[in-house]
């Protein structure tokens, strides 16, 4: 008797569906044997580390025979001083979604409930469901989170709830208010973790300090990371602010060195690094505003953003995400997010936005034909 693979794998990750990420821009150029592909598929900000990031990433080089400082001590002090936490508050991370994992597996059991968005960073499912848990999913009201209703589906096996501020892949926000009120009816033995991936592009003032529930003892967990904002994504290197307690829990079963030298030695020169963090928002400002006003010249309409991405609607955007693939152009049809008809475009450089409104252009024509 022959068994399969399939037959020895639990149940809860046989019937996953598998992450898919944004197709990579080598991919791309491979496959139509063309050259100078765009990638606005991922979220990532489209300018590389700043001079400072790369000139202390050039010095740590030699000394890659060493392994990373498992502590990730210095990372640490310099985040909890810009957050006004202690260090043992800080956790890093492989990237914010190794946390995502990291507090499923703590504080989670098989058969226990998770309260999540939908739709919204497709991470939160997927762990869920890997880890035996069961999802509740909360669908948007008006492309935002639904916060009363995410309350009102707390149960007694509830135990953790994702927020995502500013939600993926909408980039619409909840408020301070509307925060203060959802954490009155938030029972406090359940963990509410803000998912703040955007944080740097969505700042205004009512934008919650997600940060001072941490000060009232509450069960918050605070992610962030540097892929957005950093321009290093390819590092993976996000960070948790939360109680001590809570972070000695999860360094227990974290790898001992998760997070890599040259990941802690660029994140350090980042978070001294304040002209790039302003430049970047800047600049996805000035590219929000070009690809609003390119968007309503095409007749398209769009979620308001407060995050690096849009979410665009279009007639096809399955067939629509194809055409701008043959373009050269990467982004990302929603489909699987029951958003049938919308693509979710990161805000590029102005070169990259011009191409793909160019490309859009050209697409749009072609299909009305
Ligand atoms: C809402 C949200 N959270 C977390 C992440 C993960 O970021 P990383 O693992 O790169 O830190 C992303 C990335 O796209 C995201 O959109």
């Not at 079963?253 to 690094?273: C, G, H, M, Y």
Request: charge should be neutral; include cysteine.
């Amino acid at each position: 008797m022959h068994t399969s693979w399939s037959e020895l794998a639990n149940p809860e990750v046989r019937t996953l569906t598998p992450y898919e990420p944004g197709k990579p821009i080598e991919e791309l150029e491979r496959e139509l044997g063309i050259a100078g592909a765009i990638k606005l598929a991922s979220n990532e900000n489209p300018f590389p580390p700043s001079s400072a990031v790369l000139a202390a990433l050039r010095e740590a080089l030699p000394s890659l025979n060493r392994y990373p400082d498992g502590s990730g001590f210095y990372l640490r002090e310099a985040l909890a001083k810009r957050h006004g936490v202690s260090a043992d508050q800080v956790l890093l991370g492989n990237g914010s979604n190794e946390l995502i994992e990291l507090l499923l597996r703590v504080f989670m059991r098989p058969g226990e409930e998770v309260i999540m968005p939908t739709p919204s960073f497709v991470v939160y499912p997927l762990v869920t469901q890997g880890a035996g848990g069961t999802k509740v999913e909360i669908p948007l009201r008006e492309w935002r989170l639904d916060l009363s209703e995410m309350a009102r589906a707390i149960t007694e096996r509830t135990r953790l709830i994702f927020i995502a501020n500013p939600n993926n892949p909408t980039g619409t926000i909840v408020t301070a208010d509307e925060v203060r009120q959802f954490m009155g009816e938030v029972p406090e033995r359940v963990i509410v973790v803000f998912d703040e991936a955007y944080y740097e592009f969505a700042q205004g003032p009512d934008f919650p300090e997600s940060v001072a529930y941490l000060r009232e003892d509450r069960k918050v967990v605070v992610l962030r990371t540097f892929s957005k904002i950093a321009s290093l994504a390819g590092l993976r290197v996000g960070y948790a602010l939360a109680a001590a307690e809570c972070v000695g829990l999860l360094n227990r079963i974290r790898q001992p060195f998760n997070v890599n030298s040259l990941a802690q030695v660029a994140a350090l020169a980042a978070v001294e690094d304040e002209e790039h963090t302003r430049r970047s928002i800047a600049a996805v400002e000035k590219g929000k505003q070009d690809l609003y006003r390119q968007f309503r010249a095409l007749g398209l309409t769009y979620v308001p953003t407060r995050a690096n991405f849009i979410l665009v609607q279009v007639p096809d955007a399955a067939s629509i995400y194809a055409a701008l693939l043959r373009e050269g152009v990467i982004v990302r049809a929603m489909g699987g997010s029951g958003l049938g008809g919308a693509l979710r475009v990161t805000i590029g450089t102005p070169e990259e936005n011009t191409r793909l409104i160019a490309a859009l252009r050209r697409v749009l024509r072609a299909e009305s034909q």
